[in-house]
């Protein structure tokens, strides 16, 4: 059953990188890491999906290390708007996703 | 811009009442899920569909919770009786699913639900 920890919560201030760690040591050798952003009464929002090395697109950058059993989430220069929480996501199951409870960013002025 | 819609948006009601929400995932997506969302809990699958059959309802109340898809574009959750308990945010989702390990998911604006 592969589950992710993650940090609670975290504060950053306007304009810095955010870089937000997800382990997930018993993640089975098909499956992807899965990003989600979920803003108050609101859904969660699919950020970024990875396999391996590094992937990035108009938002956010996903590093993988090679053993991955953990990933890194990168916010570049965060601004109000990013103050959301955060859920690391990996399969339990034929494409289950277990959300936990995530990691709330504060973006502090 | 192809969207999830669920109905109806909030919902009050008192214990021991039927409660259906609906969901209508986006055209052309064979997977749905259902998830509750409370403060204490976080957020939780209770069901998911692949191609209208249902996979997993593992995580949903058996004896009053029922999931449903009686068609591609309809999916329902029906709770009978409703108890305070069940207050929480029902989501729904939908996704492709193409490709093994693809766990783009695309969430409604969820169903708020009271029950007193």
């Known amino acids: 059953l592969a589950k992710t920890t993650q940090p609670i919560s975290m504060d950053s201030y306007e304009g810095q990188e955010v870089n937000i760690t997800c382990s997930h040591n018993?993640?089975?050798?098909?499956?992807?890491i899965t990003w989600y952003q979920q803003f108050p009464s609101q859904g969660p929002r699919f950020i970024i999906q990875g396999y391996k090395t590094k992937v990035t697109n108009e938002v956010a950058s996903l590093f993988i290390p090679a053993d991955r059993k953990s990933s890194t989430l990168s916010l570049p220069r965060v601004s109000l708007s990013d103050t959301a929480v955060y859920y690391c996501l990996v399969p339990t199951g034929a494409n289950n996703l277990f959300f936990g409870t995530g990691t709330r960013l504060t973006v502090i002025p | 811009d192809a969207r999830v819609t669920q109905t109806p948006r909030d919902k009050v009601t008192e214990m021991g009442q039927e409660v259906t929400m609906r969901c209508q995932p986006i055209l052309g997506h064979n997977t749905v899920f259902w998830y509750r969302q409370t403060m204490m809990q976080g957020l939780e699958l209770l069901a998911y569909?692949?191609?209208?059959?249902?996979?997993?309802d593992s995580g949903m109340p058996k004896d009053r919770f029922s999931a449903e898809m009686p068609d591609a574009t309809l999916a329902t959750l029906k709770i009978q009786p409703s108890e305070p308990r069940d207050s929480a945010v029902y989501f729904c989702?939908?996704?492709?699913?193409?490709?093994?390990?693809?766990?783009?998911?695309?969430f409604g604006p969820g169903t708020r639900l009271t029950v007193l």
């Open positions: 989702a939908s996704g492709q699913q193409a490709v093994k390990g693809d766990n783009e998911q695309f």
């Open positions: 018993n993640i089975a050798t098909n499956d992807y």
């Open positions: 569909f692949r191609n209208r059959a249902p996979l997993d």
